[in-house]
């Protein structure tokens, strides 16, 4: 994955998301942004391309107030100009049946929580493999 990459770290809890971003920074990822729930990222995702800051990777919690991870995963995938996009699910939900219904809504991984480089690593390198 290119050191280009811009990430949007999308968590209620400012910690998580402080998590999160020093787990990029480990990994050599320099260009993230944050959003406290899904409304806030789909407000810097449609702004982004205007802002010339083109975000291209999503990392999301799924449990948020106003708009949660899966309800902004589906409106991503809605989106023609957005469908495209990698969205991360990470979530303190363990249970396969979480993992199916974010398979199913278009995840391209799962993360079960607590996040820290060599889980996100782990997943990044996935999804990018996936992904060719």
């Not at 050599?28 to 449609?46: D, F, P, V």
Request: glycine residues 6%; charged residues 20%.
């Amino acid at each position: 994955m290119s050191s280009e990459f811009h990430f949007l770290v999308v968590d209620d809890m400012p910690l998580m998301r402080h998590v999160a971003t020093i787990s990029l920074h480990a990994l050599g990822y320099t260009k993230i942004s944050e959003a406290a729930n899904g409304e806030q990222a789909l407000r810097l995702l449609c702004s982004s391309p205007a802002s010339g800051t083109q975000i291209n990777f999503i990392i999301t919690d799924w449990c948020m107030p106003i708009m949660d991870g899966m309800a902004l995963l589906r409106t991503v995938r809605a989106r023609s100009e957005l469908k495209h996009l990698p969205v991360l699910m990470v979530s303190a939900q363990a249970e396969e049946e979480e993992r199916a219904i974010a398979a199913q809504a278009g995840t391209d991984g799962y993360i079960v929580k607590p996040l820290n480089p060599e889980n996100l690593k782990a997943a990044l390198d996935s999804i990018l493999t996936k992904r060719g």
